[in-house]
């Protein structure tokens, strides 16, 4: 069975300082892995795409990705209150079929 | 920007009828996929769409079917509406060969069985 794993939270920041979101998968051979946004009562919004291993940087989101501890996190610099929301990790498997991390709950303290 | 759009945001149906929910994307993109998020148990797939007249189960299409006419539209339906399946539906679409697999979601349909 596939998993993509993440802390339900909340998560709670102080506003201007840095969120770390974390999330690990099962399926080694992964290739693409995505963080999506989702405030309450709303549908999820990509935020952030990552293919290889590294950092990738846009604007405040950095996503970091280690495949070898088959970990992927994604950093919020200088939060603001309206960053407050549920972040979803997803993970594109062998199969490519997409699994949905249950997301974790991000308070940004103003 | 890619643009999502779904038939209701809001809909209330009663015990056994039959329902569709519609989605339509204007980004011309070969795959569309419909969800259920419910409070604990996160996304789960119902089904999705390669291509016009294909569709894949997904993890729980038990008491779902779908149709895909056109490209740009695909249809799920509750062919007899039961209280558990009161949940929030979301429908998403991607390419398949610039940017694949980066989903992008419709506002999604809040349903309520009574």
């Known amino acids: 069975q596939k998993e993509v794993e993440q802390n339900s939270g909340p998560l709670s920041v102080p506003e201007g300082a840095i969120a770390s979101l974390n999330c690990t998968y099962s399926?080694?051979?992964?290739?693409?892995f995505f963080w999506y946004r989702q405030y309450s009562g709303k549908s999820p919004e990509l935020i952030m795409s990552?293919?290889?291993?590294g950092d990738k940087e846009d604007g405040r989101f950095t996503a970091q990705l280690n495949k070898a501890s088959q970990y992927v996190s994604l950093l919020i610099r200088d939060s603001q209150p309206s960053d407050s929301a549920t972040y979803l990790c997803a993970v594109r498997c062998r199969d490519d079929k997409i699994i949905f991390g249950k997301g974790t709950r991000l308070h940004i303290l103003p | 920007d890619v643009k999502v759009t779904q038939s209701s945001r809001y809909l209330v149906k009663r015990t056994g009828e039959k329902v569709f929910l519609e989605c339509v994307q204007d980004m011309d993109h070969e795959n569309m996929f419909w969800y259920r998020q419910d409070p604990g148990l996160g996304l789960r797939l119902i089904y999705f769409?390669?291509?016009?007249?294909?569709?894949e189960k997904g993890d729980i299409p038990e008491g779902y079917s779908v149709s895909r006419e056109k490209k740009e539209r695909f249809s799920l339906i509750l062919e007899s509406a039961s209280t558990n399946q009161t949940s929030m539906y979301l429908c998403?679409?991607?390419?398949?060969?610039?940017?694949?697999?980066?989903?992008?979601f419709g506002p999604g349909t809040r349903l309520t069985v009574t």
């Open positions: 998403a679409s991607s390419r398949i060969r610039t940017d694949p697999y980066e989903q992008y």
């Open positions: 399926d080694r051979v992964s290739q693409s």
């Open positions: 990552i293919y290889s291993n």
């Open positions: 769409s390669y291509d016009v007249k294909m569709k």
